[in-house]
């Protein structure tokens, strides 16, 4: 049993399609705190909420509360009544405390202390009223916010605290008061002046200035655009609405008649599944998404079909640019080309027949929409196996005769259609720049009497365009989801997706079609 049909058996966290997580059960517990704590707000009582169970998010939960609500749900939000509070108060608050944190912090009544540093751990613990329990900050999270509310700091108010820190409101108000913080108090805590020498202290306090000033001037940037939203809004309020005004009923255009659209010109379409990394293996837990072979599947045969859907007709024919790392791995071992290891979802020999089967999938889906000629490049992931696909789909589709599989090994390849020379290659080891050129190298004949010519590669996982030295060059997105380098590195801001680009056979490159993945 996999993690996620075990996550779905027990009743837990279910994951979606794309892998991201949907936590059900969310109305027993707001029914359960509902009335069991004092929240300021809708807004407070679903950030506690998303404290308890992280799995849904504070909008997912807010959103909660008002279905629950609506259910017939009631709840009654308390306002802080700014009364300071009396040493009565603070008592009962500190009889709240459970008793092991009295025995461990030697808590005896009635005293009033609600703060206890614990030196060995570096750890402030704090009772706080509002979440009916103890708080345990870390030493360095506790230093930075007295500096953050403090005048030598950015001075941020108890709402700024709480967004900053991620507490709810309640409990940040709490907390400031068990330490007795004020705007005008020294950055530095009772523990860091007996512990640290005048030099060090003095550096803190420049660093804290260094740091407020940035945060001030962040705030002003900030105030700045809020008023240009606001002068906006002004200018929409006493001009547009008037002008909307004089437009009266008189003044709408005429109905017109349909235009004869007519029937299209030949055109090609090129889908390139580039970059699917079929067999890579990805935990949400550790990257953020969830990836495998099933999951490449889902991924490529549902955007497929979303781009078929979406074309202005029949194309003449469809260019299948295939390989070009459909593979994750080159071998047995489990590693690239270049022997580097990489993290898989199933075992090689798996990857490599399963990763066959459904590149004949897609090609079979797509037959009944025009002729098809299949395209190979060899990516540097797996330059080995795309051959052996290729050889497989050559051997599969050899008699088949709307079918063209080129046997041709090069990383570089070429088709001329009508009034275009159109090259594919992965986009390693060669500059995107650096492709119009060669193509005038190396297909100098058709170079000079095709008006048009286009390059296609992948490699980098993210769209662009250029135009390059009288060619048009396309980087292809990927399908793939993030594996663990790629997280690392911080190379998760591309979207996936796949792509198909309609070539005209005399006017060429007229457009484009972009499938994101849901």
Same mark, same amino acid.
């Given at each position: 049993?996999?993690?996620?049909?075990?996550?779905?058996?027990?009743?837990?966290?279910?994951?979606?399609?794309?892998?991201?997580?949907?936590?059900? &059960? %969310?109305?027993?517990?707001?029914?359960?705190?509902?009335?069991?704590?004092?929240?300021?707000?809708?807004?407070?009582?679903?950030?506690?909420?998303?404290?308890?169970?992280?799995?849904?998010?504070?909008?997912?939960?807010?959103?909660?509360?008002?279905?629950?609500?609506?259910?017939?749900?009631?709840?009654? /939000?308390?306002?802080?009544? %700014?009364?300071?509070?009396?040493?009565?108060?603070?008592?009962?608050?500190?009889?709240?405390?459970?008793?092991?944190?009295?025995?461990?912090?030697?808590?005896?009544?009635?005293?009033?202390?609600?703060? /206890?540093?614990?030196?060995?751990?570096?750890?402030?613990?704090?009772?706080?009223?509002?979440?009916?329990?103890?708080?345990?900050?870390?030493?360095?999270?506790?230093?930075?916010?007295?500096?953050?509310?403090?005048?030598?700091?950015?001075?941020?108010?108890?709402?700024?605290?709480?967004?900053?820190?991620? =507490?709810?409101?309640?409990?940040?108000?709490?907390?400031? +008061?068990?330490?007795?913080?004020?705007?005008?108090?020294?950055?530095?805590?009772?523990?860091?002046?007996?512990?640290?020498?005048?030099?060090? =202290?003095?550096?803190?306090?420049?660093?804290?200035?260094?740091?407020?000033?940035?945060?001030?001037?962040?705030?002003?940037?900030?105030?700045?655009?809020?008023?240009?939203?606001?002068?906006?809004?002004?200018?929409?309020?006493?001009?547009?609405?008037?002008?909307?005004?004089?437009?009266?009923?008189?003044?709408?255009?005429?109905?017109?008649?349909?235009?004869?659209?007519?029937?299209?010109?030949?055109?090609?379409?090129?889908?390139?599944?580039?970059?699917?990394?079929?067999?890579?293996?990805?935990?949400?837990?550790?990257?953020?998404?969830?990836?495998?072979?099933?999951?490449?599947?889902?991924?490529?045969?549902? +955007?497929?079909?979303?781009?078929?859907?979406?074309?202005? %007709?029949?194309?003449?024919?469809?260019?299948?640019?295939? *390989?070009?790392?459909?593979?994750?791995?080159?071998?047995?071992?489990?590693?690239?080309?270049?022997?580097?290891?990489?993290?898989?979802?199933?075992?090689?020999?798996?990857?490599?027949?399963?990763? #066959?089967?459904?590149?004949?999938?897609?090609?079979?889906?797509?037959?009944?929409?025009?002729?098809?000629?299949?395209?190979? %490049?060899?990516?540097?992931?797996?330059?080995?196996?795309?051959?052996?696909?290729?050889?497989?789909?050559?051997?599969?589709?050899?008699?088949?005769?709307?079918?063209?599989?080129?046997?041709?090994?090069?990383?570089?390849?070429?088709?001329?259609?009508?009034?275009?020379?159109?090259?594919?290659?992965?986009?390693? *080891?060669?500059?995107?720049?650096?492709?119009?050129?060669?193509?005038?190298?190396?297909?100098?004949?058709?170079? &000079?009497? #095709?008006?048009?010519?286009?390059?296609?590669?992948?490699?980098?996982?993210?769209?662009?365009?250029?135009?390059?030295?009288?060619?048009?060059?396309?980087?292809?997105?990927?399908?793939?989801?993030?594996?663990?380098?790629?997280?690392?590195?911080?190379?998760?801001?591309?979207?996936?997706?796949?792509?198909?680009?309609?070539?005209?056979?005399?006017? &060429?490159?007229?457009?484009?079609?972009?499938?994101?993945?849901?």
């Amino acid at each position: 049993m996999t993690k996620i049909q075990h996550d779905q058996a027990a009743g837990g966290p279910k994951r979606n399609f794309s892998g991201r997580v949907k936590f059900k &059960g %969310g109305q027993e517990l707001i029914t359960k705190y509902a009335n069991d704590r004092d929240f300021e707000s809708e807004s407070a009582f679903a950030r506690f909420l998303n404290e308890i169970e992280p799995t849904r998010s504070v909008d997912g939960w807010r959103n909660a509360i008002g279905r629950w609500k609506k259910a017939g749900g009631q709840i009654t /939000y308390t306002v802080w009544n %700014g009364r300071k509070k009396t040493k009565e108060d603070r008592i009962q608050d500190v009889a709240k405390v459970p008793k092991e944190f009295r025995e461990k912090y030697a808590i005896n009544l009635p005293t009033t202390s609600l703060k /206890y540093y614990d030196k060995e751990a570096d750890m402030y613990v704090t009772f706080v009223p509002s979440a009916d329990r103890m708080v345990h900050i870390e030493g360095e999270q506790h230093r930075k916010m007295r500096i953050d509310y403090s005048d030598t700091g950015p001075r941020l108010t108890v709402e700024q605290m709480s967004i900053k820190y991620e =507490l709810p409101t309640l409990w940040m108000r709490d907390y400031i +008061r068990a330490h007795e913080w004020k705007h005008p108090m020294s950055p530095h805590t009772d523990e860091e002046i007996l512990d640290k020498s005048e030099d060090e =202290l003095v550096f803190d306090y420049i660093e804290a200035k260094r740091t407020a000033v940035q945060e001030r001037a962040k705030r002003s940037y900030q105030a700045s655009n809020s008023k240009k939203a606001i002068k906006w809004d002004n200018f929409e309020e006493e001009i547009l609405n008037d002008f909307r005004k004089h437009l009266s009923k008189d003044h709408i255009p005429e109905k017109k008649e349909k235009i004869d659209l007519g029937k299209a010109s030949p055109f090609a379409v090129v889908i390139s599944p580039t970059d699917l990394h079929f067999g890579a293996g990805a935990w949400v837990d550790e990257t953020g998404e969830h990836y495998d072979t099933e999951e490449a599947r889902g991924r490529l045969i549902n +955007r497929t079909h979303n781009l078929i859907n979406r074309l202005p %007709g029949n194309p003449e024919k469809l260019i299948i640019a295939t *390989g070009s790392d459909w593979f994750h791995i080159d071998n047995y071992e489990g590693s690239t080309t270049k022997m580097t290891p990489q993290d898989m979802s199933v075992s090689p020999t798996q990857i490599f027949m399963d990763g #066959c089967f459904l590149a004949r999938e897609h090609i079979e889906m797509l037959r009944g929409v025009a002729p098809i000629e299949v395209i190979f %490049g060899r990516g540097n992931h797996d330059r080995q196996m795309s051959l052996a696909l290729m050889l497989y789909l050559h051997a599969v589709y050899e008699n088949v005769e709307d079918v063209e599989v080129t046997l041709n090994p090069m990383l570089r390849q070429y088709i001329v259609w009508g009034n275009n020379i159109i090259g594919f290659t992965h986009g390693d *080891g060669v500059s995107g720049l650096d492709l119009p050129a060669l193509m005038a190298d190396e297909m100098w004949e058709e170079w &000079g009497n #095709c008006k048009h010519k286009v390059w296609f590669h992948g490699h980098l996982h993210h769209q662009k365009t250029l135009e390059k030295g009288g060619a048009m060059v396309i980087q292809l997105p990927s399908l793939a989801g993030n594996d663990r380098w790629h997280y690392r590195k911080g190379h998760v801001l591309s979207r996936p997706g796949l792509m198909a680009h309609l070539i005209d056979k005399e006017l &060429g490159l007229i457009g484009n079609l972009f499938a994101p993945v849901e």
